[in-house]
């Protein structure tokens, strides 16, 4: 995915994770000393369980992120760290519940609100590593764990040595048109084997 693709799908998710945020942890940038902070999350079990249901998996058993924030130019801050979390899914190949483990590097930088420049009526453009814009002067460090966990969750995910065994090629039973060529043997014979 380019950086401009991962940018704009990073965006798409926070706005709609801004919706609905099971996991808020507010960080203001006047609580940001020159020196940095470093913060570690860990999500308890309401927590993992709103998130599981918004990122539609099975169940979330272990969700935690640590983060370094630093101050950033003029009024910004930059959050540099981990999400890692252990995710229940179901195997896509034998729907079995699988166990897999997401760990997502973290770099991002917030600047003040400011309008962006416009390219032309209707459109905005934006650079691949533009920064985010802080909401009311903060950064919600819940709300960056979990757009990083939904955008590192498997959407296919499959047991280790499933595979897929897909139909014989030759059973004509089992093609998606059977039926239909079923009656249409049988129109044909109505005929005299002729077509019309």
Known sequence: ?????????????????????????RLDQSDVPETGR????VADGET?????ELAGV???????????????GRGGLRVVGRMSATVEQTCVVTLEPIESTI?????????????PPTAGVGEVEMAPDAPDELVDGAVDLGAIATEFLILGID??????GAVFEAPAAGDDSTHPFAALSALKKGQDKGRGGKQG
């Open 1 to 25: 995915m380019t950086g401009l693709m991962a940018a704009m799908t990073r965006r798409t998710h926070m706005s709609e994770t801004a919706v609905r945020r099971p996991w808020s942890v």
């Open 38 to 41: 470093h913060v570690d999350l």
């Open 48 to 52: 993992r369980a709103a998130v599981a």
């Open 58 to 72: 099975a169940a979330l058993s272990r969700l935690v992120a640590d983060f370094d924030v630093t101050r950033y």
């Open 155 to 160: 959407p296919y995910p499959r047991k280790a």
């Open 103 to 115: 760990d997502e590097p973290i770099d991002l930088a917030f600047v003040p609100g400011a309008t």
